[in-house]
T-cell receptor, first 116, second 112 residues
Framework: ETGVTQSPTHLIKTRGQQVTLRCSSQ?????VSWYQQALGQGPQFIFQ???????GRGNFPPRFSGLQFPNYSSELNVNALELDDSALYLC???????????????FGPGTRLTVL | LAKTTQPISMDSYEGQEVNITCSHN???????ITWYQQFPSQGPRFIIQ???TKVTNEVASLFIPADRKSSTLSLPRVSLSDTAVYYC?????????????FGAGTRLAVHP
């Protein structure tokens, strides 16, 4: 069983550019969530995809968008990059249990994005 | 979603028991309490989750008093490899989706 993988590991972009980050979910997981983690802070929820549809969104502008594919892998796209977008971007996969408890999320190692 | 408050940092020594307390005064009836651990340059990792009383697994124990307004993560006999940031999270699954709200966490430093 493979864990959550993300690519690329590191990325450097300039202001105004666009970036696409990729995530492969853990085997058997149909839900993917994306988080942004600035240096020294906790991860902030961006959005979640369940069976290829956006299932919830945090307080991020529309230039943050995503996709989930039939194999449950996912992409995070960020347009018109700003300096404040520099952060570690984390992907987490989970499988809904339908119970009241929060589903355990399995995080990937993240993509470190630097915007110059 | 209930807000959580936990110490910014803690120090301990190898072999000691570490207790990290989290305050969540506005916890809702359906909320669960979950703890994650994060090492530098890695994604967070699930440690333990509970609703009330005490939960124990192979790595930690979670103590939740009857009023559920706080919780304590207990790490028995820590080692240097337990140096990490520990996050307390409170929430449920509104509309069926599983959003985790992280605070700043507690930075635990274990010394030899």
């Amino acid at each position: 069983e493979t864990g959550v993988t993300q690519s690329p590991t590191h990325l450097i972009k300039t202001r105004g550019q666009q970036v696409t980050l990729r995530c492969s979910s853990q085997s058997g997981h149909n839900t993917v969530s994306w988080y942004q983690q600035a240096l020294g802070q906790g991860p902030q929820f961006i959005f979640q995809y369940y069976r290829e549809e956006e299932n919830g969104r945090g307080n991020f502008p529309p230039r943050f968008s995503g996709l989930q594919f039939p194999n449950y892998s996912s992409e995070l796209n960020v347009n018109a990059l700003e300096l404040d977008d520099s952060a570690l971007y984390l992907c987490a996969s989970s499988h809904p249990t339908g119970q009241g408890a929060l589903d355990t999320q399995y995080f990937g190692p993240g993509t470190r994005l630097t915007v110059l | 979603l209930a807000k959580t408050t936990q110490p910014i940092s803690m120090d301990s020594y190898e072999g000691q028991e570490v207790n990290i307390t989290c305050s969540h005064n506005n916890i809702a009836t359906n909320d669960y309490i979950t703890w994650y651990q994060q090492f530098p340059s890695q994604g967070p990792r699930f440690i333990i989750q509970g609703y009330k009383t005490k939960v124990t697994n192979e790595v930690a124990s979670l103590f939740i008093p009857a009023d559920r307004k706080s919780s304590t993560l207990s790490l028995p006999r820590v080692s240097l490899s337990d140096t990490a940031v520990y996050y307390c999270l409170v929430g449920d699954k509104p509309g069926g989706y599983n959003k985790l709200i992280f605070g700043a966490g507690t930075r635990l430093a274990v010394h030899p």
